[in-house]
């Protein structure tokens, strides 16, 4: 069974820092990329970044770049998302995610929260 457990979220001022974790089990991590999505109040969700199964390759969302990195460690199946200057506008869900043998999974989420 696959399962997606993230950590890290909490309240932060802007300008702040965050490190996202995501503990996967049920799947072999290093086949597969990862990535992470994010979801506002009353919007859509969106993809925030992801990351190759060797972590070579790393992409982010525009709004993201240069101040969010993606990284992982396959020994420890976990992603990770290191979250810098935040923005009242970051606030949201962030959600882990894994396409496995063409089946999405999802985690449960974690609440983020920018805000003075």
């Known amino acids: 069974q696959v399962q997606l457990v993230e950590s890290g979220g909490g309240l932060v001022q802007p300008g702040g820092s965050l490190r996202l974790s995501c503990v996967t089990s049920g799947f072999v991590f290093s086949w597969y990329t990862m990535r992470w999505y994010r979801q506002a109040l009353g919007k859509e969700r969106e993809l925030v970044a992801s990351?190759?199964?060797?972590?070579?390759?790393?992409t982010y969302a525009d709004s993201m770049k240069g101040r969010f990195t993606i990284s992982r460690d396959n020994a420890k199946k976990t992603v990770y998302l290191q979250m810098n200057s935040l923005k009242p506008e970051d606030t949201a869900v962030y959600y882990c995610?894994?396409?496995?043998?063409?089946?999405?999974?999802w985690g449960q989420g974690t609440q983020v929260t920018v805000s003075s």
């Open positions: 995610y894994a396409n496995i043998k063409l089946n999405n999974n």
């Open positions: 990351i190759s199964n060797t972590g070579d390759s790393t």
